[in-house]
């Protein structure tokens, strides 16, 4: 099979290219990613040698419609992805998220190619703290963010494409995902990075806001599953039953590095920031079989800490920047 998969460079993207080439050896994989501030050729450099890597922008119909040509599937990970910076900018979130959706939609429709759409659980909104309720398949989509609203508008192309044009298409709506090679832009990793410095963990107001939390590789073995088995025209869940408040987890990460669990500042809020977003994945795990395999938060995250310890050398020419950013955003130590 030759895959296409864009967003490569990117955290959750280089972790699926290396799953791929680890578990799926007969795959041939290119790799198309813009190198935004968010994509890393280092990210992909274990694998460099196994895969085909090729610098462009999803929205680039004439390169996208050559790649999609040349493949048996896509799976779409590119995009803008952090909520903060859709805050302060969000014109690179509707090209993205939007007219690169567009643009492989098209190319897929022409070439009638296997197209599997990443997204986000943040599309259905956020619940209240004490709401039982989670996200099913079912809820209907109320985005918050200009992140979430480009991501919730992609999604609805897909479905649109599907429907119309019979592209064969699904989509999958994924929790908050954590692990390697994840932007230290990033709630764990700021913080995992910020202690490696010394420096106090940064908790957006109250902390109380609620994620539902899944290592990335979890997420990933859960998108190869529906791409060889999901019905077509059809969205799957992915979430591994990990809520924690940030406040705990901000607790959790510093107890890893053997630190009071009150050693943290709260800082200005995010602005409409979600409360609480909860997945169920019980279609995933019925009709297709997947159980995640971090079953429990801490195991994953010690992993994650120790990783991000061991690999100073990759986050650390970004950290000084990113944090430069939250800086000039505004972002201050609440007294
Ligand atoms: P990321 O920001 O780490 O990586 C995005 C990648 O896309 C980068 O390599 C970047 O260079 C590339 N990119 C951006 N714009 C591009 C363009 N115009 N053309 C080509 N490449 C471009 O993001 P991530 O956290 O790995 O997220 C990947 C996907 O998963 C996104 O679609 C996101 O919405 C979705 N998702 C993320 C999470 C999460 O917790 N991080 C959860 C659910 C779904
Ligand atoms: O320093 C911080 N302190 C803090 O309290 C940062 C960076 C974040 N937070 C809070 C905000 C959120 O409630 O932590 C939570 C997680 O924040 P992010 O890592 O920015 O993730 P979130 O906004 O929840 O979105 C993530 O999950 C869904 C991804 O970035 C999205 O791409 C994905 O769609």
Known sequence: MRLLVTGGAGFIGANFV???????????????DALTYAGDRASLAD???????????????ELVGRLVAGSDAVVHFAAESHNDNSLSDPSPFLRTNLLGTYALLEAVRAHDVR?????????????????????TESTPYNPSSPYSSTKAGSDLLVRAWARSFGVRATISNCSNNYGPYQHVEKFIPRQITNLVDGV????????????????????NTAVWDILERG???????I??????????????VLGAFGRPADDYDHVTDRAGHDLRYAI????LRTELGWAPRYTTFEEGLAATVDWYRRHEGWWR??????????TASGQQVLA
């Open 18 to 32: 290396h799953l791929t080439v680890r578990e799926h050896p007969d795959v041939e994989v290119t790799v198309l």
């Open 47 to 61: 694998v460099a040698d196994r895969i085909t890597f090729v610098e462009g922008d999803v929205a680039d119909a």
């Open 115 to 135: 197209y599997h759409h990443i997204s986000t659980d943040e599309v259905y909104g956020d619940l209240e703290l004490d709401d039982p309720a989670r996200f």
């Open 200 to 219: 106090r963990p940064k908790l957006y107001g109250a902390g109380e806001n609620v994620r539902d939390w899944i290592h990335v590789e979890d997420h």
């Open 231 to 237: 019905r077509l025209g059809e969205t799957y869940l």
């Open 239 to 252: 979430g591994a039953d990990g809520e924690l408040s940030n406040k705990r987890v901000v607790e959790l």
């Open 280 to 283: 169920d994945s019980t279609k």
């Open 317 to 326: 020419p970004r950290k000084a920047e990113t944090e430069a950013r939250y």
